[in-house]
């Protein structure tokens, strides 16, 4: 079956302290491993869509990276606006459309 | 481009009552899904339509949850009876195709509070 493992379930950082989330899964054949953002009150916005292991994506203060059995979102000087609550999801060979298996999530929080 | 939309936002009902949530995907958009959040949880896929056929239903209560997609656009799912259990954000998400690039994009979700 397959499994996402968040981690930690919360994160609370400084303003300006880097860390990383980390994403865990067992799935039989990946077919790509997504990064989801989901403030309060809202659905998830996409962020990255990983495809094989050493691949890397980054957007503003956010680097997803990915091995063959996890993936990790490093936030490198967190500000206010990064807290939220970040989700890692996996797609599998020969899922039905496009189907998604989602973790846990990791809520982040940075203050000022 | 507008966005995934859904109505209503929020729901308060009594248990064994019926409600029903509305949602309008992205225009084009030919994959729609329903998601099922409970708090403190990942989205848990409930039902997947490929224009207004069934994909995947695999993990949709049946005996009470009933979902629809009339002419591959809107879709309503339905909850009758409901229980107490529940209560979470109901989420719909679409993507382009079956076979793209993957990426699902999300609407605001209706709050669902069965009391």
């Known amino acids: 079956e397959d499994q996402v493992t968040q981690s930690p379930e919360a994160l609370r950082l400084q303003e300006g302290e880097s860390s990383s989330l980390n994403c865990s899964y067992t799935?039989?054949?990946?077919?790509?491993l997504f990064w989801y953002r989901q403030d309060p009150g809202k659905g998830p916005e996409f962020l990255f869509t990983l495809y094989s292991a050493g691949e890397e994506k980054e957007k503003e203060r956010l680097k997803a990276t990915l091995t063959k059995k996890e993936s990790f979102l490093h936030i490198t000087a967190p500000k206010p606006e990064d807290s939220a609550t970040y989700l890692c999801?996996?797609?599998?060979?020969?899922?039905?459309?496009?189907?998604?298996?989602f973790g846990g999530g990791t809520r982040v929080l940075v203050k000022p | 481009e507008a966005g995934v939309a859904q109505s209503p936002r929020y729901k308060i009902i009594e248990k064994r009552q019926s409600v029903a949530f509305w949602c309008n995907p992205i225009?084009?958009?030919?994959?729609l899904y329903w998601y099922q959040q409970i708090l403190g949880q990942g989205p848990k896929l409930l039902i997947q339509?490929?224009?207004?056929?069934?994909?995947?239903d695999s993990q949709l209560p049946k005996d009470r949850f009933s979902a629809e997609r009339l002419k591959g656009v809107d879709s309503t799912l339905k909850i009758q009876p409901a229980k107490l259990e529940d209560s979470a954000v109901y989420l719909c998400a679409s993507s382009p195709s079956g076979r793209g690039r993957g990426e699902q994009y999300f609407g605001p979700g209706t709050r669902l509070t069965v009391t």
């Open positions: 999801a996996v797609r599998k060979i020969k899922a039905a459309g496009n189907k998604l298996t």
């Open positions: 799935v039989s054949g990946l077919r790509g």
């Open positions: 225009s084009g958009h030919a994959t």
């Open positions: 339509f490929q224009n207004n056929g069934v994909v995947d």
